[in-house]
């Protein structure tokens, strides 16, 4: 790392010193400890989830357009329906 810092050129530019260094950083630590493949963590999220959400967002915007009393607590149980699952 050292001597890759030591070949790079000198600017004035801090955005282009940053870029640099940030490049000499990420390659050096590929280089010494490699790259690990990113694993979808999310495993339990799929596409009910994804429906509830979309619902919740909906009830939401229904809400926020025409605040009616319905309207708020449609929205306040597809909260509560979503925060269960």
């Known amino acids: 790392m050292m001597t890759k810092l030591n ?3 000198q600017s004035q530019d801090i955005q282009k010193k940053w ?3 940030r490049t000499i950083i990420k390659t050096t630590a590929e280089e ?8 979808r963590q999310n495993k339990w999220f799929n596409d009910n989830c994804k429906k509830a959400i979309e ?3 909906k009830a939401r915007t ?3 357009r025409s605040n009616t009393e319905e309207k708020l607590q449609i929205w306040a149980q597809k909260h509560i ?4 699952r």
Request: proline share 4%.
């Open 7 to 9: 070949t790079i050129e």
């Open 19 to 21: 870029e640099n260094l």
């Open 81 to 84: 329906e979503h925060a269960n």
């Open 55 to 57: 619902d919740r967002d």
């Open 32 to 39: 010494t400890i490699g790259l690990e493949p990113r694993r």
């Open 62 to 64: 229904e809400v926020l």
